[in-house]
């Protein structure tokens, strides 16, 4: 059977298929938010297989592998009596086993991206026509291998198939980054950046707080007592980061993230926290947004774009949590209510124009709209950027083709659709990106139709260059990238 891929793939009108045919296709990749691992980028890996390199940390297929009722040792290949940690070994006819379970579940994802993502990710790496299915699976498990244990398949490569020229990985502050810098100095032709993401900062609520400070203070060789040393601390190691080219700043909000609270309340929860006490959520939240504040003020005054996931909730299985710990397929959407407490963190750093350029992402669709127009409280500035304050590229469970395109039309009935700096992967698969096609096909079709249905004159040669600045050179300002 016939892959659905092809060079009409969701390109519904002629409009769509010039845009995307000639402004979109070919223009390289800036992928600002992704958890892909910079040690495998420098050691250059190579993978055994297509399992290897399909399922060796894919939540989103390992999900709907379970969906499917597949034991866990299909899914991601651990039995009942084995660990995540004792599994890297390869096995041949293990791994094809998994690999037709997961045929059987791309076969039976009518409407489910993973369909889409599975056939892109065929045709764009390995020119593979055929339609994944468990009669098909195993001459496609041949072929792709075949081609895996060739050097040109090696991570590297795999990057330069989709034309890569940016990657932002997801790094703690404690990190010490030297997979970057060798990177930067092995691999001129991909930017592979750290982002600041200092989670573990702000979750005082955890019982590793204490532990996490003390290893802060290790790594940038002071002592942490009080705030102000910890808020030093945090400035050394953006510094840090910033001289190893970070751009952006990545904070995940799970919990309340803003409670009103002056410098003595807030030093006191610190302190209560760090002397190993429990810290209730007001605590928490009170201590967690007089933080992110001043770390907004910190990314002000260094043009770091701050990131904003909202929304998720982690590891709702403890059975399965246990047994495969976190980032394993367990997480989904929250329904909390928090546009008074952004409104309110915002405006903390707004107040004195140390709003730093900002992203917000909505895990839960209710909160598009109020997304899109909290954004619009904070536009005003006086440096002129274009879309300062975000509305996120559609994020984790809404990176389908319908969530793409509710995020789209809410830039357009509510902001600027011109001023969107575009897709991310945030994956940890190297063979990912062919998710920025699917995003910029769907992009190019949802403009086709408005202008075929006479919302807009077919100005070709603006519509154009709008299309490439949301695919790329948005970005490229945006985050003040010299490429």
Known sequence: MKNIINDSFLLHNDIAYKLYHEHAANLPIIDYHNHLNPYEIYMDKSYANLTDVWLGGDHYKWRAMRAMGYSEELVTGISAYVTMESTSEVNAEKDFKRFLAYADTVQNSFGNPLYHWTHLELKRYFDIDEALDTESAEDIWNRCNELLGKQEYSTRNLLRMQ??????????????????????????????????????????????????????????????????????????????????????????????????????????????????????????????????????????????VMQLHIGAIRNNSTRMFDRLGADTGFDSINDFNYAPQLSALLNAMDRSDQLPKTILYYLNPKDTAMLMTMAGNYQGNSKGIRGK?????????????????????????????????????????????????????????????????????????????MVENICYYNAVKYFGLKI
């Not at 698969?429 to 408005?450: A, D, Q, T, V, W």
């Open 163 to 304: 034309n890569v020229k940016v990657l932002c990985t997801t790094d703690d502050p404690v990190d010490d980054l030297q997979w970057h810098q060798k990177l930067k100095e092995e691999l001129p032709d991909i930017s592979v950046r750290p982002s600041f993401r200092p989670g573990g900062v702000l979750d005082i609520e955890k019982s590793s707080f204490a532990e996490y400070i003390l290893r802060l203070a290790q790594v940038t060789g002071t002592d942490i007592n009080d705030l102000p040393e910890l808020l030093q601390a945090v400035k050394m190691r953006l510094e840090f980061f910033i001289e190893n080219g970070c751009r952006v700043s990545d904070h995940s909000l799970e919990l309340d993230f803003y409670r009103e609270a002056d410098y003595g309340e807030v030093s006191k929860v610190f302190d209560k926290a760090l002397s190993g006490e429990n810290v209730s959520l007001d605590e928490a939240a009170m201590y967690r947004g007089y933080v992110l504040t001043e770390l907004g003020k910190m990314y002000a005054d260094n043009d770091i």
């Open 389 to 465: 304050v975000q509305l996120g590229s559609a994020w984790w469970f809404n990176d389908h083709k319908t969530g793409m395109e509710q995020q789209l039309q809410a830039l357009c009935d509510m902001g600027m659709l011109s001023n969107f700096v575009g897709m991310l992967t945030d994956s940890r698969s190297f063979l990912s990106f062919p998710r920025h096609e699917y995003f910029r096909r769907i992009l190019c079709n949802m403009i086709g139709e408005k202008v075929e249905a006479g919302e807009y004159p077919a100005d070709t040669d603006f519509l154009g260059q």
